[in-house]
């Protein structure tokens, strides 16, 4: 009987992205070579903040702050733990797969509270503007969603039941899903404003037995 998540591989969505986000500052702008350096970066910083208020009061410079933040500091905690924890059942997966025995030790010690945290961390992050109301809450059904499939394939070993592990490869679908829309949407609010979000495809193999 099969008893790890029946999926080829994880891939450390959350965190990428993470680090590899920018604000494209003058963007289809023209800067006087006359300038010295420490004029440019003034004057860089006077339009990136100097932006026209939108209709909530908010300037565009106000966003993009808003976004790196969320990106750069709010997931990136979520990322954090969630590759603790994807590293962890990576440790008694695939090749490096011995027993249930060592399966179940792995997932009640290591693998569920350090995705606990995850969850947890991603149930506290408070969106900064209306934008990230909604990216906000996919973070926090997608963390639930694969720490609901953790928790079946714990039950499953207490059980040896086959079913539930048919059910936590669901989740592990739905998960996927789930974070592939996130990112798909999230990378076009930030070209909205002016900010580069680009995705690393760094992967962490948890083979199928």
Do not use: W
Request: charged share 30%.
């Amino acid at each position: 009987m099969k008893k790890l998540l029946g999926l080829s591989v994880i891939t450390v969505v959350l965190l990428s992205g993470c680090g590899e986000v920018q604000i494209s500052i003058n963007k289809g702008q023209e800067v006087d070579s006359g300038e010295t350096g420490s004029d440019k970066k003034d004057n860089e910083k006077v339009e990136l903040m100097n932006d026209g208020p939108d209709s909530e009061g908010m300037t565009d410079a106000d966003k993009q702050k808003a976004i790196l933040q969320f990106i750069n500091e709010d997931i990136y905690k979520v990322a954090e733990y969630e590759v603790v924890a994807f590293q962890s059942l990576a440790s008694v997966s695939g090749v490096n797969y011995t027993d249930d025995s060592t399966v179940y030790n792995e997932l009640t010690s290591n693998t569920i509270p350090a995705y606990g945290k995850a969850l947890e961390e991603a149930k506290g992050i408070e969106a900064e503007i209306p934008e990230l109301v909604e990216m906000t809450e996919r973070i926090v059904t997608a963390t639930q969603t694969f720490y609901d499939a953790l928790l079946l394939e714990k039950k499953a070993i207490e059980n040896q039941d086959e079913a539930l592990i048919n059910d936590s490869n669901a989740k592990i679908e739905e998960y996927y899903k789930l974070v592939e829309a996130y990112h798909s949407d999230m990378k076009l609010l930030a070209e909205q404003y002016d900010v580069t979000y680009e995705l690393n495809e760094q992967k962490q193999s948890v083979e199928e037995l």
